[in-house]
C-alpha cells in the first residue's frame, strides 16, 4: 500500500469510524522508516510477531468514533496483508538477511566478568 493515511482510509472501508481512530496504529507499524526509508523498515514489525506486539501496546480493541468495537490484531492484520500479500513469520524476514563476519563477533566477556572464572596459570 503506501502511506499509514491510506491503510487509515481502507481499516474505515472494513470497520467504519474514521481515520484518525485508525492512524495511531498504522503509524506505529510504519515508524521504523525512521531508520531506513525503504521496505526494508518492515521486517520489524510487518510480521506475526508485530501485529501481537501491536496489542500488547494499543490493547486488545479500540473503541472507533462510532463506538464500534475493532480487535487491534485485525487491523495489524489488515496493514501486513496489504503491504505484503501476506502475513509472514519473524523467521521469515531473518531467513532473507544474508549473514556478515561482524554479526558473530560476539567476545566472551564472561572471563573477564565472573569472579569465579578458572584463571588459567
Same mark, same amino acid.
Given at each position: 500500500?503506501?502511506?499509514? /493515511?491510506?491503510?487509515?482510509?481502507?481499516?474505515?472501508?472494513?470497520?467504519?469510524?474514521?481515520?484518525?481512530? /485508525?492512524?495511531? #496504529?498504522?503509524?506505529?507499524?510504519?515508524?521504523?522508516?525512521?531508520?531506513?526509508?525503504?521496505?526494508?523498515?518492515?521486517?520489524?514489525?510487518?510480521?506475526?510477531?508485530?501485529?501481537?506486539?501491536?496489542?500488547?501496546?494499543?490493547?486488545?480493541?479500540?473503541?472507533?468514533?462510532?463506538?464500534?468495537?475493532?480487535?487491534?490484531? #485485525?487491523?495489524?492484520?489488515?496493514?501486513?496483508?496489504?503491504?505484503?500479500?501476506?502475513?509472514?513469520?519473524?523467521?521469515?524476514?531473518?531467513?532473507?538477511?544474508?549473514?556478515?563476519?561482524?554479526?558473530?563477533?560476539?567476545?566472551?566477556?564472561?572471563?573477564?566478568?565472573?569472579?569465579?572464572?578458572?584463571?588459567?596459570?
Amino acid at each position: 500500500m503506501g502511506h499509514c /493515511y491510506h491503510h487509515a482510509l481502507s481499516s474505515v472501508r472494513k470497520w467504519g469510524g474514521e481515520p484518525e481512530d /485508525y492512524l495511531p #496504529l498504522h503509524q506505529w507499524f510504519d515508524e521504523s522508516k525512521a531508520i531506513t526509508a525503504d521496505f526494508r523498515h518492515r521486517a520489524l514489525r510487518h510480521h506475526a510477531e508485530g501485529i501481537f506486539m501491536l496489542e500488547r501496546f494499543f490493547g486488545t480493541t479500540i473503541t472507533v468514533s462510532t463506538g464500534r468495537v475493532i480487535p487491534v490484531r #485485525l487491523v495489524g492484520e489488515q496493514h501486513v496483508r496489504e503491504d505484503l500479500g501476506f502475513i509472514p513469520s519473524f523467521a521469515d524476514w531473518v531467513r532473507c538477511i544474508r549473514p556478515e563476519p561482524w554479526m558473530g563477533r560476539a567476545q566472551p566477556i564472561h572471563r573477564d566478568l565472573d569472579p569465579f572464572e578458572a584463571v588459567a596459570a
